[in-house]
């Protein structure tokens, strides 16, 4: 059990650096997303309840810490001058080539300006993020780091 702690915890570390290089690289910061660490809570929870994870097993914490961390870095979204970083395990950054069309949309809120942004990838993907910027600002970091001929359509919601 050791060795298969040992071996998950680089895995995870591994994970972690590249996930905390990318949100660290971020221009435009997007709304943080606390889904991520409400899940990483649910799996070690269920995980305790349904004995899947043992109290008294060597290299647990480690793996915990290293688990929850990932957890709270995975939540910070936003455009990197390379790429657009979202929240998700599975993947976390998307490359602008990758990109077909984006769409902004403006979220009517009296207290703060609230834009989502869906990156809609070649395959047919979307991904989104929450932005507090206007709109314009958002178009103009888009322009600077997607290629000129993808479309950025513009929706408001009344």
Avoid at 18 to 42: C, E, F, M, P, T
Avoid at 87 to 100: D, H, K, V, W
Avoid at 120 to 149: C, M, P, W
Wanted: proline share 3%; charged share 15%; net charge positive.
């Amino acid at each position: 059990m050791i060795v298969f702690y040992l071996i998950l915890d680089v895995l995870l570390l591994g994970y972690t650096c590249y996930s905390w290089y990318w949100q660290a690289n971020i221009d435009l910061k997007g709304h943080y997303r606390s889904s991520s660490i409400i899940w990483a809570v649910i799996f070690i929870w269920i995980g305790f309840t349904w004995q899947l994870i043992e109290k008294g097993d060597p290299g647990l914490s480690i793996f915990l810490a290293i688990f929850l961390m990932i957890g709270i870095i995975d939540g910070f979204t936003g455009l990197a001058p390379k790429r657009a970083v979202v929240s998700g395990y599975f993947r976390r950054t998307i490359s602008y080539s990758e990109i077909a069309m984006v769409t902004l949309i403006k979220v009517p809120n009296p207290k703060k300006k609230q834009v989502i942004c869906i990156l809609t990838t070649q395959k047919n993907r979307q991904y989104y993020l929450r932005f507090s910027y206007g709109v314009a600002q958002i178009v103009e970091a888009l322009k600077n780091h997607i290629h000129h001929d993808i479309h950025i359509e513009i929706q408001d919601i009344f």
